[in-house]
């Protein structure tokens, strides 16, 4: 809890401008290159068009009407009907090439980092918590389209125009344009400082929206456990605090923002009122055509709008930076565990003998989790993994099929070095059914399916049948074409293992490694699951980290792990008559079954030695 929380991270901002960072985005803005070009082009013609509209009234008044040309004012209508027609259409194609750009380089970036997030390794995601990537791969790319839609672009659009007018009122009145100018140091002031709170305030808002949704994740997730310890009164009265707190500094930033918008609007009349005194003294002494006032009231009212929006540029341009830094900081992360290229001589299918030779390892700054594991596993061997929780049993699993590398030692397939192999091959080789049944949004088929999209209907529903799973799936209302909702939430705890060993069943990899489930289900379910368990087995190298005792006494060799190590093993029989640690755990996790009526305690309970 004394580290920065997540909330800190994203509001760290730096230099408005990186050179190095604009460098990296290059090739992603390039291919946009015509619709940027689009864009700006389009971005004058509105210019043009707008600038053009003050000047035909001032016409209107000064030549037309005075030469009683009604020929001309129709003309000049028309002309005004135009250049607001330009205008617009302009405007529309402007806009939509500008965010077509954004839109398409955040795809590609966005593309890229989903890709990037996808080679990483497991010690990654161990260093770096989900929400953190989320926020990287959603709020981070979304400040970029900002950059965008209301940067580059409009910052270009917005310095031509303010220069346009500038010179415009120059050249229609420089006295009087010194009027309009006096207003300016002051408006730009005032925005830069009122910008500068109203940033602070968002960004006030933006931590307590994190703290709101953090908090709701937590309530929400343990739900179950909040009404079951009847914890509802105090989480409603924590929660009410923080969203007081939300509101109240939400109401801070509406504060701030309308004052800006107030003060802006004050600014722009004082200018106008200064105008008309003075412009109308200088019309009474006959220096000032009313034709050049109205043009150059028209002319001043747009001349601020502008000046606001550059005043808001620099914090776009700040927070693009910071999201940027963040962006590449993500996509520099090297994995750490890489595959190699196809070596010439591998078979389609591996045999399956597996070397666990003086395996050591350890977690990221962490003790070392196995001491030497040493072990070899024939193939078509089936070894049972028993031993308290926490001894390291997950790891060596992890290990196999390289989520990660051992610090020392080497595990072989076929007397390969798995380091040397491709890693699509590797797990191809070794299916893993793990201890949570990871179900992804999709349908039971596709569920089942999830390591060969294009596996054929027949061959899933044999793979469910033969696994039992086809009874309950039939039983659904649209059966195989089920939605499986969040994780699997809309299916039993049972029924989740039925469905992952189909779906291991259909993967048909010549290893086959199994975590079992701690999680105890019915009695019916339990025994479909035991003979679902041995057809999966069958025919292949099987390395079951074992919690029911009918898989350990069907296995052909028991490895016991303690502390990271391989403390014995054996067949069962022979284990027993060992009468070490083994025979300890099977009376403690087995031995009651005869003492008391209750369930079997499937997991494992620590032991002492
Ligand atoms: N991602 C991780 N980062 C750091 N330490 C970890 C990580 N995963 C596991 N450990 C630690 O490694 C040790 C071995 O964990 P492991 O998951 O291999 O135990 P296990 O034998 O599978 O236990 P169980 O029977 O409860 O599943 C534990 O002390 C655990 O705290
Ligand atoms: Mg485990």
């Known amino acids: ?160 125009k303010l220069i346009a007018i500038v010179v415009i009122l120059w050249w229609l009145n420089w006295r009087l344009a010194c009027v309009t100018f006096a207003m300016t140091p002051f408006l730009f002031l005032l925005s830069v400082l009122l910008r500068g709170r109203i940033r602070r305030s968002y960004r006030d808002v933006r931590r307590r929206i994190a703290r709101i949704n953090a908090y709701l994740q937590e309530s929400i997730s343990g739900m179950l456990l909040v009404q079951l310890f009847r914890r509802g009164e105090v989480n409603r009265r924590e929660f009410d605090a923080i969203n007081g707190e939300h509101r109240d500094a939400e109401l801070r930033s509406v504060v701030y923002e309308s004052s800006f918008s107030a003060i802006i609007e004050l600014v722009g009349n004082v200018a106008i009122a200064l105008i008309v005194w003075y412009g109308g003294r200088e019309m009474v002494r006959g220096v000032l055509t009313f034709g050049t006032l109205v043009a150059f009231l028209n002319y001043t009212s747009r001349f601020f709008g502008p000046i606001q929006d550059l005043s808001g540029f620099y914090a776009v341009l700040q927070a693009a930076m910071a999201s940027l830094e963040r962006i590449f900081a993500l996509l520099d992360e090297r994995p750490a565990i890489t595959s190699n290229p196809l070596p010439a001589a591998l078979p389609e299918r591996a045999r399956g003998r597996i070397d666990f030779q003086d395996v050591r390892f350890a977690y990221r700054d962490g003790e070392e989790v196995l001491h030497g594991i040493g072990v070899r596993v024939e193939p078509g061997e089936k070894i049972a ?87 309950f799936v039939r039983g659904l209302p649209k059966g195989y074409d089920e939605e499986v909702r969040e994780r699997g939430n809309n299916l039993s705890v049972g029924q989740k293992q039925l469905l992952s060993f189909a779906r291991a069943l259909a993967y048909d990899p010549a290893v086959l490694v199994l975590d079992e489930a701690t999680s105890s289900v019915d009695t019916e379910t339990e025994i479909l699951i035991q003979d ?8 292949r190298t099987s390395i079951v980290i074992a919690h029911r005792l009918s898989t350990i006494v069907g296995a052909d060799r028991i490895l016991v792990f303690h502390h990271g190590r391989i403390v014995e093993e054996g067949t069962h029989r022979a284990l027993l008559q060992a009468r070490g640690i083994y025979h300890r755990l099977y009376q403690l996790q087995f031995g009651l079954e005869t003492e008391t009526s209750g369930p079997l305690p499937l997991a494992a309970p620590e032991i002492s030695t």
């Open 1 to 160: 809890m004394t580290a920065p929380g997540p909330a800190h991270e994203e509001e760290v901002l730096g230099k408005a401008y990186d050179a190095r960072l604009v460098r990296r985005m290059l090739p992603y803005v390039a291919p946009q290159a015509r619709w940027i070009a689009l864009s700006v082009t389009l971005m004058f013609v509105v210019i043009g068009a707008q600038l053009l509209q003050p000047y035909l009234i001032k016409l209107l008044f000064d030549v037309f009407i005075p030469r009683a040309d009604r020929a001309g004012i129709a003309a000049l209508a028309l002309v005004y009907i135009a250049a607001t027609t330009v205008e617009l259409l302009a405007r529309y194609g402007q806009l939509y090439s500008m965010e077509l750009t954004g839109q398409n380089v955040i795809l590609h970036l966005r593309d890229r980092l989903f890709r990037h997030l996808n080679a990483l390794d497991s010690s990654f995601f161990d260093r770096h918590p989900v929400g953190r990537l989320m926020t990287r791969v959603t709020t981070d790319i979304e400040s970029l389209a900002d950059l965008f839609s209301s940067g580059v672009v409009s910052l270009l659009g917005d310095s031509v």
């Open 385 to 471: 993994i028993v031993g308290a929780t926490g001894s390291g049993k997950t790891t060596l699993i992890k290990l196999l099929i390289r989520l990660y590398d051992p610090t020392s030692g080497a595990i072989r397939l076929d007397g390969r070095d798995i380091r040397t192999l491709p890693l699509p091959w590797l797990r191809r080789q070794v299916g893993v059914v793990q201890q949570d049944h990871f179900l992804f949004t999709g349908t039971i088929a596709s569920n089942i399916a999830f390591g060969h999209p294009d596996l054929p209907r027949e061959r899933i529903e044999v793979a469910a049948r033969l696994v039992h799973a086809d009874r």
């Open 532 to 539: 679902a368990l041995r057809l999966l087995l069958e025919g």
